[in-house]
């Protein structure tokens, strides 16, 4: 039996580009959440690497985060073994859900125990490192960390001793469009101007104060350049959710709900909606 690894999807709880860096990337600072949200990776002994997918119209050679990850660890610890990977694709990409970059984490988690490597937590992360700024994340235990420099300095987040988790149902809709994050951050002005502490504004989860002070640098210019994102967020806006955010740099929009069945009526909505969305809900954690 082939093994497999979960991959999680996130929300951004805020997040500020603060400035361009010299090496032409960005530093920022935001929340990262890991979600239940997950696609699967499996792996089966192989001559050769290889990736099928479930999606056909995602890439099935190098272009993929899986076979790059894959290679990568190969080339590593000098694996000669091959392996038979297939993704089982469920969370939308170019949303700003992180699915690539948790595909690639999966990935380097499967073949470390199917080629039954001594690689350490930290080689693993400088690894993933140098496939996305989001794959050190998926890589941590803590369901949430502030995340600064690209996004893969962590520090992972808690609350009275406890690893912090939502406190409140959540739930995303994903428009039928996707974002390029190269694009995204072309449409962006970095500031460190009157940046309010995301970690504390999180920590004080009081949504109708996120509402005011806890945003994303580019929901406003996608908004703009795509109407299904402004509608998804119109649309969420008009229902019970305490606070309506964009997750990174793609087109996926989130609610918090404090009530349950808020949430699902929500949901619901949606469905029957005419935005042709997807959705998925996460009840709010005990």
């Known amino acids: 039996m082939p093994l497999t690894q979960n991959a999680p999807a996130k929300i951004n709880l805020g997040l500020h580009v603060l400035r361009q860096r010299p090496d032409g990337y960005h530093d920022i600072e935001t929340i990262l959440h890991r979600i239940d949200w997950a696609d699967t990776i499996a792996a089966a002994p192989a001559e050769t690497l290889s990736l099928t997918c479930s999606d056909p119209s995602l890439p099935t050679d190098e272009n993929n985060l899986c076979l790059q990850a894959a290679d990568r660890l190969a080339d590593a610890f000098d ?26 984490a999966a990935t380097l988690r499967l073949l ?3 080629w039954d490597l001594d690689a350490s937590l930290e080689t693993l992360r400088e690894i993933g490192g140098t496939i996305g700024a989001d794959v050190p994340f ?6 949430a960390a502030h ?15 406890a690893p912090y988790r939502l406190p409140c149902s959540l739930l995303v ?34 949504p109708s104060h996120w509402q005011e002070a ?4 580019f929901e406003a210019p996608v908004v703009a350049a795509e109407p299904a994102v402004g509608a998804v967020r ?34 619901e909505m949606l469905r029957a909606g005419p935005l042709g969305v997807r959705t998925h809900l996460m009840p709010a954690t005990d």
């Open 173 to 206: 809709a994903v428009p039928t469009v996707t974002v390029s994050t190269p694009w995204a951050y072309g449409q962006v002005t970095p500031t460190e101007a009157n940046r309010p502490s995301l970690r504390s504004l999180v920590l004080s989860e009081d």
């Open 79 to 104: 694996v000669t073994a091959g392996a038979a990977l297939h993704l089982e694709k469920r969370v939308p990409y170019g949303a700003g859900l992180g699915s690539g970059s948790s595909d690639a």
């Open 138 to 143: 998926f890589l941590t235990a803590p369901p």
């Open 214 to 217: 806890l945003g994303n640098d």
């Open 234 to 267: 119109a649309a969420l806006r008009e229902t019970d959710a305490a606070y309506v955010s964009l997750s990174g740099s793609g087109s996926a929009v989130y609610g918090l709900f404090n009530a349950a069945d808020a949430a699902r009526a929500a949901q």
């Open 147 to 161: 995340a600064t420099g690209r996004g893969d300095t962590l520090s992972p987040l808690s609350k009275d001793g």
């Open 112 to 114: 470390t125990r199917l």
